[in-house]
T-cell receptor
Framework: DSGVTQTPKHLITATGQRVTLRCSPR?????VYWYQQSLDQGLQFLIQ???????AKGNILERFSAQQFPDLHSELNLSSLELGDSALYFC??????????FGEGSRLTVL | AQKVTQAQTEISVVEKEDVTLDCVYE???????LFWYKQPPSGELVFLIR??????QNEISGRYSWNFQKSTSSFNFTITASQVVDSAVYFC??????????????FGKGTKLSVKP
């Protein structure tokens, strides 16, 4: 158990819909990362937040957005969903010495 | 640019065989970190090892060992006497001290290891 909690574990929705994935980092960790794992693109960095502020952006689509709240949990919002958005979405929190600890992921299926 | 290449897409071995997973990386950073993660069929990413660029000592942990060679930009992972429970996808990853994304990991495409009884 990494200490990072992600909900929901599985989500099935239709094209055009919007979903929100939630992540609670390990106690004491200030930084949260979101990654997308798809069959064709592999594991790709989406976005990073540190203590509520956006720190770095990767290959995140404009239809996707994220935020980190004062209690440090983070949400990844995916809108206007397309079939190609079906993937496993990971959240990771970063310890003070720089290690990334990954949650179990949220598996999104877009039908 | 930073890049991690895992040339082996899939490997299949019989239990008790030794197997080496290759990882080659590219980076312009002088300080960087290399990682291996395991992703079993259940899907979670399990951290196995971190190695920094100044430490080229090989490491052994039980049946696992890692060979880091800066001269060839490689960080290979060997499983000795493989077991069925080792079946998983293994990812090599790189993190540099670059810009605002110091913690961001660049992953290879992964190597799927199947260990047959």
């Amino acid at each position: 158990d990494s200490g990072v909690t992600q909900t929901p574990k599985h989500l099935i929705t239709a094209t055009g819909q919007r979903v929100t994935l939630r992540c609670s980092p390990r106690s004491g960790d200030l930084s949260v990362y979101w990654y997308q794992q798809s069959l064709d693109q592999g594991l790709q960095f989406l976005i990073q937040y540190y203590n509520g502020e956006e720190r770095a952006k990767g290959n995140i689509l404009e239809r996707f957005s994220a935020q980190q709240f004062p209690d440090l949990h983070s949400e990844l919002n995916l809108s206007s969903l397309e079939l190609g958005d079906s993937a496993l979405y990971f959240c990771a929190s970063q310890s003070r010495d720089g290690e990334l600890f990954f949650g179990e992921g949220s598996r999104l299926t877009v039908l | 640019a930073q890049k991690v290449t895992q040339a082996q897409t899939e490997i299949s071995v019989v239990e008790k065989e030794d197997v080496t997973l290759d990882c080659v990386y590219e980076t312009r950073d002088t300080t960087y970190y290399l990682f291996w993660y395991k992703q079993p069929p259940s899907g979670e990413l399990v951290f196995l090892i971190r190695r920094n660029s100044f430490d080229e000592q090989n490491e052994i942990s039980g049946r696992y060992s890692w060979n880091f060679q800066k001269s060839t930009s490689s960080f290979n992972f060997t499983i000795t006497a493989s077991q069925v429970v080792d079946s998983a996808v293994y990812f090599c990853a790189l993190r540099g001290n670059y810009g605002g994304s110091q913690g961001n990991l660049i992953f290879g495409k992964g190597t799927k290891l199947s260990v047959k009884p």
